[in-house]
């Protein structure tokens, strides 16, 4: 039998079982097999690889893998533009929209308050209508499930680390490098529709006594019709927006990721 000499850099290792994290690991295998492939069978999403090189030069997903390769695979970087080495997959589209799976609520209500189009379908679509949307669309699909990113359909992807609502605003942020796009307000929480501002005169039958009176700027749903202003939530909202951008550009100023060599 075959066998390639496989080692995962940065956050990859994210992925792996303790024992085999920043280190060279022998995988076999009975070729021809795609290095696409091998790279999924060790726990990898092909959405989390942004570079791989197979004894020191750059190959596509395609590489099938050769008995005694020495195959390395780097995530994304923050810093570092590695497109004109080698395109894993096509550009990612401008601007960035997000599709989310079921058990994202949270972090797509985050999101559309940054004023990013993060679609949500709730507990209404499958991961293959998740999938099928992800690549029709050009969205980028955010999830926790690994095998959610394993299927073929999806080209842009990201497998977050944690629970933490919060947290995974602050990953995703890191991750696009976002913080010159946030436009907060301008999308609605509830739909994902883009607000406009609105007269109050033309929604005044609408608002409750005391809104009327003591509120004047108000913002409206191109979608579903839902009127905003900044009520007594806008204080807790603009601490969170304020948090995230601090948080984000914090991460985003650490040193950028070292580019090695093949092992």
Not at 7 to 21: G, H, I, Q, V, W
Request: hydrophobic residues 35%; proline residues 7%.
């Amino acid at each position: 039998m075959d066998a390639a000499y496989f080692r995962f850099y940065a956050e990859l290792n994210d992925f792996a079982p303790p024992k085999k994290r920043q280190r060279t690991v022998v995988y076999p295998f009975q070729g021809p097999v795609s290095v696409k492939h091998m790279i999924e069978a060790a726990g990898i999403p092909h959405t989390e690889v942004e570079l791989i090189l197979a004894n020191g030069q750059p190959v596509g997903f395609n590489y099938l893998v050769q008995d005694g390769d020495r195959i390395s695979i780097y995530p994304a970087f923050a810093t570092i533009d590695v497109s004109p080495v080698t395109q894993l997959r096509p550009p990612l589209p401008k601007p960035h929209r997000f599709i989310l799976d079921n058990h994202l609520g949270r972090l797509a209500r985050y999101l559309r308050l940054l004023g990013f189009d993060a679609l949500y379908l709730n507990d209404t679509a499958d991961d293959p209508e998740l999938a099928q949307i992800a690549h029709d669309e050009g969205r980028i699909l955010l999830t926790r499930d690994r095998g959610l990113l394993k299927r073929s359909l999806v080209t842009f992807g990201y497998c977050l680390r944690t629970k933490d609502s919060r947290e995974q605003v602050t990953a995703v942020l890191h991750r696009y490098q976002l913080y010159n796009q946030i436009t907060p307000w301008s999308r609605c929480l509830r739909c994902n529709g883009q607000l406009q501002p609105v007269k109050k005169e033309t929604i005044m039958h609408r608002l409750a006594p005391k809104t009327k009176l003591y509120f004047h700027e108000f913002r409206i749903c191109r979608g579903c019709n839902q009127i905003y202003w900044k009520g007594s939530h806008y204080g807790k909202l603009k601490s969170l927006i304020t948090a995230a951008i601090s948080d984000g550009n914090r991460k985003s100023q650490k040193s950028a990721p070292h580019l090695p060599g093949s092992e």
